[in-house]
């Protein structure tokens, strides 16, 4: 027994098997009695007599199992062996709200906020690949948890750092991914006042085709992504380039496999004319 906790019924337990128990039926596991008003109050405290007990009566165990604790929250805590989020498409520096209700989901998200770590990774859904997820994917980095009473939870996340998998492995119910991390490769000196013109070409395309949209899509853009992020000065230096590209990429209404290859593009030039021709694309389509 580790962290142990004690439920209304009287019966006490490991906090996080507890914590998984729950996610699946808020009873308790010995008795059945209902736990909801318990899980909704999240106010589990230690039973520090149990605890105190374990330490001076078991040391050599308690030691071992405190050891064994820190060395499992360094490990959820690694940058490159990540817990994988399989739902959809996320980018870096566009907010994803994410409503988690599966039980191997509540654990991920429990383990991401306890082990330090607040982030990661989502991929997209892809049947014809190894554990359903796609190659690449984005850093996902949590602002707040909003609890529900009965365990679900709404997470506000942003999006960080693109990746690569490596390889694919599976955590108590939800997949993991050994991982690199992606970067934009340096623009040619040679390059630079070709991709800048392209890059206000594509800008301005893309505010075009959005002013020119119906009026009720263009709110929901508002309403769910808010306006397009200004230009950074620095753009053709950042490691994901400018936000804006992104944000543009979130709300154009492209098919997957173009969405997964666009986010692995780590030469801006070609990520900025295959975003060039998904509007365009968007536009025929709209006359």
């Known amino acids: 027994m580790w962290q142990p906790v ?3 019924c009287g019966h006490s337990f490991c906090r996080t098997c507890l914590d998984r128990c729950m996610d699946h039926k808020a009873a308790c596991p010995l008795c059945q009695t209902s736990l909801e ?8 405290c230690l039973t520090e007599f149990l605890d105190y007990a374990m330490a001076t009566y078991l040391p050599n165990e308690y030691a ?18 990540i817990p994988i989020f399989i739902c959809t498409m996320a ?13 191997r989901y ?27 997820f796609a190659e690449f994917g984005t850093m996902l980095e949590v602002n707040d948890v909003e609890f529900f009473p009965d365990g679900r939870s709404v997470v506000d996340t942003v999006g960080g750092r693109r990746f690569r998998v ?22 040619d000196p040679s390059r630079v006042e070709t991709v800048k013109a392209l890059h206000d ?12 949209a119906p009026a009720n899509l263009r709110q929901r853009i508002l309403g769910h992504f808010g306006v397009m ?8 230096t950042l490691p994901n380039g400018p936000a804006w590209l992104w944000w543009l990429m979130a709300i154009l209404p492209l098919n997957p496999k173009a969405q997964v290859a666009t986010l692995s593009m780590t030469q801006i030039e070609k990520r900025l004319e295959a975003i060039q021709r998904g509007v365009a694309y968007v536009r025929q389509r709209t006359l």
């Open 6 to 8: 004690t439920t209304p």
């Open 37 to 44: 008003t318990y899980l909704a109050e999240r106010k589990q």
């Open 64 to 81: 071992e199992r405190s050891l064994l604790h820190d060395e499992e929250m360094k490990e959820l805590a690694s940058s490159h062996n």
């Open 91 to 103: 980018y870096p520096t566009v907010k994803c709200p994410l409503h988690v209700f599966e039980p």
């Open 106 to 132: 509540r654990l991920m998200i429990r383990r991401c906020m306890e082990s330090g770590s607040r982030q990661f990774g989502m991929c997209s859904y892809v049947q014809d690949q190894p554990q359903g």
């Open 166 to 187: 490596l390889r694919r492995g599976l955590l108590d119910g939800y997949c993991t991914a050994t991982v690199e991390y992606l970067v934009d490769q340096p623009v």
């Open 201 to 212: 070409r594509v800008r301005q395309e893309a505010q075009n085709w959005i002013s020119s």
């Open 229 to 236: 992020p200004d230009v950074e000065p620095d753009w053709i």
